[in-house]
């Protein structure tokens, strides 16, 4: 079975910088798309960056020029640095893989999500 672990996550001050870290763990043998979502409370997920096996890439326009969306050298790992961090960036930040194969169960595409990670913008 395929996991996905966030880390990175914290407290910083407005201005600050952090980078996420999603490990996936299992037996993976491609993964589409690796994006970042948040939630912050009382209000709906958001699709924060993605990056695509061809290296694409797509971000939320309030992160644009902010963050920055890559994937490891290893096909299972994907980062999200974050620099002029902002209050509003405050929410829970999760790691998503889309239309993952697995090894060995071929014919099939699964979408996998982390736990999350809180990130806290605040002086």
């Known amino acids: 079975q395929v996991q996905l672990v966030e880390s990175g996550g914290g407290l910083v001050q407005p201005g600050g910088s952090l980078r996420l870290s999603c490990a996936a763990s299992g037996s993976i043998f491609s993964v589409y798309s690796m994006g970042w979502y948040r939630q912050a409370p009382g209000k709906q997920r958001e699709l924060v960056a993605s990056i695509t096996s061809d290296g694409s890439t797509n971000y939320l326009d309030s992160v644009k020029g902010r963050f920055t969306v890559s994937r490891g050298n290893a096909k299972n790992t994907v980062y999200l640095q974050m620099n002029s961090l902002k209050p509003e960036d405050t929410a829970v930040y999760y790691c998503?893989?889309?239309?993952?194969?697995?090894?060995?169960?071929?014919?099939?595409?699964?979408?996998?999500w982390g736990r999350g990670t809180q990130v806290t913008v605040s002086s």
């Open positions: 998503n893989f889309d239309r993952t194969i697995v090894a060995g169960i071929w014919g099939y595409e699964h979408a996998y």
